[in-house]
């Protein structure tokens, strides 16, 4: 079974643009999450999307946006990019309920200039 | 506002001791917790999981300890081997609001041969 894929791994950005990051979950998994990793503040969710709906929502700002398809697959949007959103964003899907692991995806590195 | 805390950043072991990680939070409504380890350059990887209902969950090496009235869990590792040298971060949900975890920190632990 072919595992999360995220796409880009790897980006670069300056201040001001906006960037959007791709995510497919594994075959069957409803729930897609995101989570953003920095040193030293580990990993902070952003949001879930259960069935093409956002089911819950960390706290960022909005220019933080995502969205699912129908076939589960995800992406998230940043706009108007910081230095400060510089991070490793990570996807994990899951099966959908609440008492399930995450599975994640290897991250898409983000580095704004 | 970290509701989830690991407070020691780093932990070094000889092989075949045991391995104590940590992790306190402080949310009474979380009854559902995850550990993972992450490797750089990598996502993380699930380790185990323990319900509230539980006080103790055994895979393997591995095994995981919770006292909920000190909102306190542990991972332990026997014996410790220099391939568990990685990241762990733990993390907590309300199993009733989906996949909304929230992490520690991580704590990175170092298995010496």
């Known amino acids: 079974k072919a595992g999360v894929t995220q796409t880009p791994r790897y980006l670069i950005k300056t201040r001001g643009q906006q960037v959007t990051l791709s995510c497919s979950p594994i075959?069957?998994?409803?729930?897609v999450s995101w989570y953003q990793q920095t040193p030293g503040q580990g990993l902070q969710f952003l949001f879930e999307y259960f069935s093409e709906t956002q089911r819950n929502k960390g706290n960022f700002p909005g220019r933080f946006s995502g969205r699912q398809f129908s076939n589960s697959r995800s992406e998230m949007n940043v706009s108007t990019l910081e230095l400060g959103d510089s991070a490793l964003y990570l996807c994990?899907?899951?099966?959908?309920?609440?008492?399930?692991?995450?599975?994640f995806g290897e991250g898409s590195r983000l580095t704004v200039l | 506002d970290q509701q989830v805390k690991q407070n020691s950043p780093s932990l070094s072991v000889q092989e075949g001791r045991i391995s104590i990680l940590n992790c306190d939070y402080t949310n009474s409504m979380f009854d559902y917790f995850l550990w993972y380890k992450k490797y750089p350059a990598e996502g993380p990887t699930f380790l185990i999981s323990?319900?509230?209902?539980?006080d103790k969950n055994e895979d393997g090496r591995f095994t995981v300890f919770l006292n909920k009235s000190a909102k306190h869990l542990s991972l332990h590792i026997v014996p410790s081997q220099p391939g568990d040298s990685a990241v762990y971060f733990c993390?907590?949900?309300?199993?009733?609001?989906?996949?909304?975890?929230?992490f520690g920190t991580g704590t990175s632990l170092t298995v010496i041969p």
């Open positions: 993390a907590a949900s309300n199993s009733n609001t989906g996949n909304q975890f929230y």
């Open positions: 075959s069957g998994h409803r729930s």
């Open positions: 323990i319900s509230s209902i539980k």
């Open positions: 994990a899907s899951s099966p959908g309920s609440g008492t399930g692991e995450l599975f």
